[in-house]
């Protein structure tokens, strides 16, 4: 059974890009500085990354206050 897009726990780096609106180059960028954990698919090119690991790129845009 095939899953929507939004249900994935795995995306590609262009998918990355596109849910959280950048470059797939800052996608690749984060991936290279060890910001975003991303596995490869053995013996293929391409670059799979977890949803959960995506979302811990943001922050708050404003602190909260106590």
């Known amino acids: 059974m095939a899953e929507s897009g939004d249900d ?8 990355a890009a596109n ?4 470059s797939t180059s ?3 960028s984060y991936i290279r500085s060890g910001k ?10 391409k670059v799979l990354i977890q949803r959960g690991d995506l979302m811990g790129l943001l922050e708050p845009a404003r602190p ?3």
Do not use: N, P, W
């Not at 849910?19 to 950048?22: D, G, I, K």
């Not at 975003?36 to 090119?45: D, H, I, Q, S, Y």
């Open 36 to 45: 975003l954990k991303a596995f490869r698919v053995a013996g293929l090119r």
């Open 26 to 28: 800052s996608i690749r």
């Open 8 to 15: 994935r726990d795995l995306l590609t780096v262009e998918q």
């Open 19 to 22: 849910y959280l609106q950048l």
């Open 64 to 66: 909260t206050e106590l």
